[in-house]
């Protein structure tokens, strides 16, 4: 159901309401475990463009921590860089 929660916190985010970071890691998590680069890269670019950015230092963490463990999140790694540079800019 990550396409619904996707959907619940773009609502959220919209309204003004601020995630909880344990519910954000959670999706986050299960989207690199299913290797959904694609919802991901929706996800986190909503936590991005919130007020204030919901894209809490944790949450960095741990996409780093699991690009570094599997090989198959190559679409995950690259989804960090394009990021790394929005952040910058």
Known sequence: ??????????????????PRLASTQKLVEGLCEEDNAELLGT??????????????????????????????????SKLVDNLVMQCSN
């Not at 159901?1 to 601020?18: H, P, R, T, Y």
């Open 1 to 18: 159901q990550f396409n619904e929660a996707s959907l619940v916190l773009d609502e959220m985010i919209f309204k003004g309401f601020a």
């Open 43 to 76: 996800v986190l670019t909503s936590l991005r463009m919130g007020k204030g950015s919901f894209l809490h230092v944790d949450i960095w963490g741990m996409l780093i921590d699991m690009v570094c463990k599997k090989e198959k999140l190559s679409n995950v």
